[in-house]
C-alpha cells in the first residue's frame, strides 16, 4: 500500500478525483444544459495534464497547479467553440492546412497499424540497393597552399611526391614539405560523400581510386592540392536483412504510409470535380489558360473544370 501511495500517477488519480469532487460541487443544482454547452473532461485527459507537467517539471502538479492547467484547457475549449460559432474557421488557409494535414496523418496511421510479416525479407530483397554502405577510406595527407605557394603549389607538391617514393605514412620529412591544413591531417573510415563535402567532388572521386600502401597525388581539393597515404579501404556491401532489420523496417512503413496516402487521396479526389475560371479574351497565355482543360459536368455554366 506505501508503495502505491508513492506512484506519481496515484496522485494525478487522486488530484483529478479532488477537482472532478470541487466541479461537482459547484454544478450541483444548476440546471442541465445544452451539450454545446457542456464540456466534459475526462481523469484519464486530467492525469495527462497532470503527466505533462511532470515531464516539464520533474515533479507532479500541486492541486492549485492543476486546476490552473484544467481551466487552462477549459478557456481552449471555450474559445474553439465560439469561434466556430463565429464562423472563424471559414476561409482560413491555417485552418485548412492543419485539417488537411490531419487528413493525411489519418490515412498514413491506417498503414503505421499493419505490421508486417514475411513480406518484410521479401521488400528487403527487392530493395536492398537502398540500403548499401559505401566504401570507406582511411587515409593522411599533406597539404599544398595556392595562398602560400601561388601557382606553383601543384608543382611544390609534384616534387614532395619523388622525395617521399618509398617512405612511409608517417615520414619524419613529410610534414616539413607541406603546409598547415585547417582541418585534419589524418581521416578514419570516411565515405566518399563526407569527403565530396568536405574537399569537393573531385577530390571524392580521386581518393576513392587510390589503392593503399603509398603517397600519391598531387590531387586537387577545394582547398589547393594535396598528396594522398591511404592506410585501409572497407569495399562498400550490401549489409544482410538481420544487420538492417531496423532500418528496413522504418524504410518499409515510410513507403507503405505514401501508398496508403495516394490510395486515400485518389479515392477522395475522384469525388470532385474542380471548376476553374476560363482566361480573359484578351489573355490567352495568362496562368489560368496554361491549366489541364476537362470536360463540364452537365449543367455547367461557363469555366473549366479540372477533375483527376
Do not use: C
Not at 55 to 63: E, I, K, L, V
Not at 237 to 243: A, G, H, I, K, L
Amino acid at each position: 500500500m506505501k508503495h502505491l501511495l508513492r506512484e506519481p500517477l496515484v496522485h494525478f488519480l487522486l488530484i483529478g478525483a479532488v477537482l472532478f469532487g470541487i466541479y461537482s460541487l459547484t454544478q450541483s443544482g444548476r440546471p442541465a444544459t445544452a451539450s454545446s454547452k457542456e464540456i466534459r473532461l475526462s481523469l484519464d485527459e486530467i492525469a495527462q495534464l497532470s503527466l505533462l507537467h511532470q515531464s516539464q517539471w520533474r515533479r507532479p502538479p500541486t492541486p492549485q497547479e492543476l486546476q490552473r492547467m484544467v481551466e487552462n484547457k477549459v478557456q481552449q475549449e471555450i474559445l474553439y467553440r465560439e469561434a466556430l460559432a463565429m464562423g472563424l474557421d471559414k476561409d482560413d488557409e491555417i485552418v485548412k492546412r492543419r485539417m488537411a494535414q490531419k487528413m493525411q496523418f489519418l490515412a498514413e496511421d491506417l498503414a503505421a497499424a499493419r505490421e508486417p510479416t514475411a513480406e518484410l525479407r521479401s521488400w528487403f530483397e527487392k530493395n536492398s540497393a537502398r540500403f548499401a554502405q559505401p566504401p570507406r577510406l582511411s587515409f593522411r595527407h599533406l597539404y599544398f597552399s595556392p595562398d602560400r605557394r601561388g601557382a606553383g603549389a601543384r608543382d611544390d607538391a609534384q616534387e614532395a611526391l619523388a622525395k617521399l617514393a618509398g617512405q612511409p605514412v608517417d615520414a619524419k620529412i613529410a610534414g616539413a614539405l607541406a603546409d598547415p591544413f585547417m582541418a585534419q591531417d589524418y581521416y578514419r573510415d570516411r565515405a566518399p560523400d563526407y569527403l565530396a563535402k568536405e574537399f569537393g567532388p573531385q577530390f571524392a572521386l580521386a581518393a576513392a581510386k587510390l589503392a593503399p600502401g603509398s603517397w600519391q597525388g598531387p590531387i586537387q581539393s577545394g582547398f589547393g592540392w594535396h598528396l594522398v597515404f591511404v592506410d585501409t579501404v572497407i569495399p562498400g556491401r550490401v549489409p544482410s536483412f538481420e544487420e538492417s532489420e531496423a532500418d528496413v523496417r522504418t524504410a518499409w512503413l515510410g513507403e507503405q504510409k505514401a501508398l496508403a496516402w495516394e490510395k486515400s487521396y485518389k479515392g477522395m479526389r475522384a469525388n470532385y470535380t474542380v471548376l476553374l475560371p476560363g482566361p480573359p479574351a484578351s489573355a490567352a497565355d495568362s496562368p489560368s489558360s496554361q491549366l489541364t482543360k476537362e470536360p463540364a459536368p452537365a449543367g455547367a455554366a461557363s469555366g473549366r473544370s479540372l477533375r483527376r
